[in-house]
C-alpha cells in the first residue's frame, strides 16, 4: 500500500485534520505500505506560505513519520499540462470551453438542480456542452469543464462500503480549470496520485463527490483506479464543521497551551473506537491497534471546548 498525507495549505490543521493524518499514519504502517507527505498548493491565492511549514512541523509533533521528502504540486507543473491537452485536445470530445459565469448558470436552471451531495452546489445546466474537438474556441474568457459520465460509477470504500452514483445526473461537468487557466484541485489530485504510485486515497468523507469526480478523470486519461477510505470528521457540538465558533482547535494553539501530542493521538484513537479510554499514546505504539473494521461510519460530534482540560 502507499498512501498520502495531503494537508491543505490554506489555513491551520485542525483537531479534524489531525485524526486523518493519524489514521493514514497507521493504515500505510499497519499494512508495511509507504507514506508520501504532498502539499497541495496550486491554488496559489488561498495557499498560505507560514501553513505549509506549520503543517509539516504539526505533523512531526504528533509523530507522524512520512517516507521521503514533502512534494509540492507546484514544483510539478508541466504533468498537469501534459494531463490537460489531453483532455482538452486529446480528440475525444471529453471537455469543453465553458463561458459561463455563475450567474449564468443559475439563470439557465429555471428550478436549480442541487445535488444529493452535501455543499456541492448546482447542477452544470451544459450550456457549453455542444461544443466539439476542433471548434473554435471562444475568446472570451472560459475554463474547461471535463464531460463527466452518464452511468453509474461505483467503487468499495474502506470505511463507508459500497458507494454509487451517475455523475452526469448528481454532479455535472465540472471545471478542470479556473478561467484564469489554472489546472483544478481535482485534475492535480489525479495526476499526483498516479505520478507518486498513490495506490489507496485516505480522505475525510466530504470528499466523496470529489471522488466520483476523480474516478471519471483517470478513467479519461488511463490511469489505475486507487483504494478510496473516506474516514469519518470531527464536528462541533452543533453538528458542523470545526470553525472558530467551536473554540480554537488548531494544533498550534493546544501546543501554545501544553496540551502534548500523546494526548492528543490518544484522544483521536479512542474517538476512532481503536483504544477503550483516551490516555495519552504515542502515535507509533498504536500501530498494531488499527483496523479499518473498527472505524466508525458516522461523523464524531464533540464538545470541542472542553477537551484536554482547557
Ligand atoms: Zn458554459
Not at 170 to 191: C, H, R
Request: proline share 5%.
Amino acid at each position: 500500500m502507499r498512501t498520502r498525507l495531503a494537508p491543505s495549505p490554506t489555513g491551520a490543521q485542525h483537531l479534524g485534520n489531525a485524526r486523518t493524518h493519524l489514521i493514514a499514519y497507521w493504515a500505510a504502517r499497519r499494512a508495511g505500505g509507504e507514506l508520501v507527505f504532498r502539499i497541495d498548493n496550486l491554488d496559489s491565492p488561498r495557499v498560505k506560505s507560514w501553513a505549509i511549514d506549520q503543517a509539516i512541523e504539526d505533523l512531526r509533533w504528533l509523530g507522524i513519520e512520512w517516507d521521503g521528502q514533502p512534494i509540492l504540486q507546484t514544483d510539478h507543473e508541466s504533468r498537469y499540462r501534459q494531463a490537460l491537452a489531453t483532455l482538452t485536445h486529446g480528440g475525444g470530445n471529453l471537455a469543453y470551453p465553458c463561458v459561463c459565469s455563475r450567474k449564468d448558470i443559475a439563470e439557465a436552471l429555471s428550478a436549480p438542480h442541487e445535488s444529493r451531495f452535501r455543499g456541492e452546489g448546482p447542477i452544470y445546466p451544459g450550456t457549453c456542452a455542444g461544443y466539439r474537438d476542433g471548434d473554435a474556441i471562444p475568446e472570451q474568457h472560459h475554463c474547461w469543464r471535463l464531460r463527466v459520465s452518464d452511468q453509474t460509477l461505483e467503487f468499495d470504500d474502506a470505511v463507508l462500503g459500497p458507494q454509487r452514483c451517475n455523475p452526469a445526473r448528481e454532479l455535472g461537468d465540472f471545471p478542470i480549470t479556473s478561467k484564469n487557466g489554472q489546472v483544478s484541485y481535482q485534475l492535480a489530485v489525479v495526476v499526483d496520485d498516479q505520478s507518486q504510485g498513490v495506490d489507496f486515497v485516505i480522505r475525510g468523507n466530504d470528499l466523496i463527490a470529489s471522488t466520483f469526480r476523480q474516478l471519471d478523470l483517470s478513467r479519461h486519461l488511463g490511469y489505475p483506479v486507487p483504494r478510496y477510505a473516506h474516514v469519518p470528521l470531527v464536528l462541533g457540538s452543533d453538528g458542523r464543521r470545526l470553525a472558530k465558533r467551536h473554540g480554537d482547535t488548531r494544533l498550534s494553539h493546544y501546543r501554545e497551551c501544553g496540551v502534548t501530542a500523546e494526548a492528543i493521538v490518544g484522544w483521536a484513537a479512542h474517538s476512532l473506537g481503536l483504544i477503550d479510554t483516551a490516555e495519552p499514546q504515542k502515535a507509533s505504539d498504536l500501530i498494531d491497534q488499527f483496523d479499518w473494521s473498527r472505524l466508525p461510519t458516522r461523523d464524531t460530534v464533540m464538545d470541542t471546548e472542553r477537551l484536554f482540560g482547557l
